[in-house]
């Protein structure tokens, strides 16, 4: 895209990494493509539009940089786009987005901008009052953000056939019928427009390459589904489909991806980006039989990670997972305490948690369990049950977060009829931000829970019995990039002591 074309859609991810991850964000977290930038790029191209990316989470860019790009290139539409590269990641990019929105209005004001996203999607009228944005996409987004610039096209747009947006007329705020969900993902959604991303600044997660950690680059993230069938209380991945359910790209068309990003970018690191990928085995097991000739061909350099439940993992799929250059599995475990895990409508027993672990790990496979404290029916005593099953888990690497109600999710509805203290601001739904504010329980504070989070993630990680398995396992530098690791120290306002009276 030269400067000299006209550009019908600019799409920008904001950034704010330090905001969100402090120091952590500087070297230990993943820098991800955007995912849904990408693909809405794609969609808006098969239907002819000249479209751009600004990815300022990976450029560093700050809001007047962009700010001033968006001015040099005069598009007929900006698309703020704020997903995050997990669900929950859509509300604290709000962070980033609301700077980087008001200062394209400042710089540029008479181009239009709409903001897409999970945590729009949750609040479109909300965002659209608080947020220097002409509209709010109220859905997934694609079908959306197209008809709008065919609409802006025109001279005299007829903002009501545009699905999925709110937006201000005559002072009030106007809602337009939803826009269908892409059924045809491989004809619509077949895949990122890779070519107009910084392909060189991504990177994965330091555990994902723990015994080879210079091989964070090149990377990639993709997705073979959309959407989730089931009802976490917390979770909020189904916020922008409007429902719960499960689309599905061929195998034929993963692969095809995968095999440009093999080729044209030597990406051997990659993620899954589904929040569910290990659950249709006929879906899983074409994928698999598709990488398995790949990795072979490439010595077994493919090196992936995927989300997956305990009751979808069949032993009997692991050999053909890790064939296929599956390194690492995370499991949502969340609580040590059925009772908790009940609650939050994750009923699975503590017995079968620890087989599926052991069995994923004998298959070579590594696991990272993710650990919520401070759910609904959380105390002290069930929060140190979910960190000793950790611990007897003894997983490759540990997520702990402290349970949030995040816009989208039922915890969310429920928080706010019942009045449940929430953050004040998009930062604080963070686990990293200063000021992180997770949900009080009946027995335990916001303060009480934060806490217990952050020694939990130090005594995990320090713990004699994990740094020996680590060492065994990926060698001593990787041992050692962990000790260097827990040294980052989290600023916590919550935690904060409060100066005394004068």
């Known amino acids: 895209m030269t400067d000299q074309q006209p550009l019908d859609l600019l799409l920008i991810t904001p950034g704010g990494r330090d905001a969100i991850y402090q120091e952590l964000g500087e070297e230990l977290t993943a820098v991800e493509p955007p995912l849904w930038a990408g693909l809405i790029?794609?969609?808006?191209?098969?239907?002819?539009?000249?479209?751009?990316?600004?990815?300022?989470?990976?450029?560093?860019?700050?809001?007047?940089?962009?700010?001033?790009?968006?001015?040099?290139?005069?598009p007929r539409l900006v698309g703020m786009i704020v997903y995050g590269h997990q669900p929950s990641a859509s509300t604290q990019m709000m962070t980033a987005a609301g700077p980087a929105c008001r200062?394209?209005?400042?710089?540029?004001?008479?181009?239009?901008?709409?903001?897409?996203?999970?945590?729009?999607?949750?609040l479109p009228e909300r965002t659209l009052r608080e947020e220097a944005v002409d509209f709010a996409c109220t859905g997934e987004g694609p079908v959306t953000v197209e008809t709008l610039v065919r609409a802006l096209a025109s001279d005299a747009p007829d903002l009501s056939q545009v699905p999925g947006i709110v937006y201000w007329e005559g002072g009030e705020v106007r809602r337009t019928l939803s826009a269908p969900l892409i059924e045809d993902l491989d004809h619509d959604l077949p895949g990122s427009s890779w070519d107009l991303l910084p392909m060189d600044r991504y990177r994965a997660h330091n555990w994902q390459c723990f015994g080879d950690l210079g091989a964070r680059k090149p990377y990639a993230s993709i997705y073979t589904t959309l959407g989730?069938?089931?009802?976490?209380?917390?979770?909020?991945?189904?916020?922008?489909?409007?429902?719960?359910?499960?689309?599905?790209?061929?195998?034929?068309?993963?692969?095809?991806?995968i095999d440009i990003l093999i080729e044209q970018y030597g990406v051997r690191t990659f993620k899954i980006v589904d929040e569910m990928f290990v659950l249709n085995e006929k879906h899983v097991t074409a994928i698999c039989e598709g990488l398995i000739p790949r990795n072979e061909k490439l010595g077994g350099a493919l090196n992936l990670w995927a989300y997956a439940r305990v009751d979808t993992v069949k032993p009997a799929m692991l050999d053909m997972l890790r064939r296929a250059g599956f390194r690492w599995l995370a499991l949502g475990i969340e609580s040590g305490s059925k009772h908790v895990r009940d609650g939050a409508k994750k009923a699975l027993k503590s017995e079968d948690i620890v087989g599926i672990v052991r069995a994923i790990q004998e298959a070579g496979i590594n696991v990272i369990g993710n650990y919520i404290f401070g759910l609904p029916d959380d105390d002290a005593q069930s929060m140190r049950e979910t960190l000793d099953l950790a611990k007897e888990l003894n997983c490759e690497f540990a997520n702990f977060y402290s349970a949030m109600a995040y816009p989208g999710s039922p915890l969310y509805n429920t928080a706010v009829e019942k009045g449940w203290e929430l953050p004040d601001a998009w930062s604080g739904f963070s686990q990293h931000s200063y000021d992180c504010k997770p949900l009080a329980t009946e027995k335990a504070t916001a303060a009480e829970v934060l806490a217990f989070r952050d020694a939990a993630f130090n005594e995990y990680f320090t713990n004699p019995r994990y740094l020996k398995m680590v060492d065994q396992r990926f060698g001593a530098s990787t041992s050692v990039h962990i000790r260097q690791m827990t040294r980052h120290s989290l600023r916590r306002k919550l935690l904060e002591p409060v100066d005394a009276p004068a």
């Open 41 to 74: 790029a794609t969609y808006c191209r098969l239907k002819d539009h000249r479209v751009a990316i600004i990815d300022s989470e990976a450029e560093r860019w700050g809001p007047e940089t962009v700010a001033k790009r968006v001015a040099e290139l005069k």
């Open 228 to 257: 989730c069938p089931y009802k976490c209380s917390f979770c909020c991945i189904n916020a922008p489909f409007g429902k719960n359910g499960y689309r599905f790209r061929s195998p034929e068309a993963v692969l095809k991806e």
């Open 103 to 122: 200062a394209i209005k400042a710089e540029a004001p008479e181009v239009p901008v709409i903001i897409v996203g999970g945590h729009v999607a949750a």
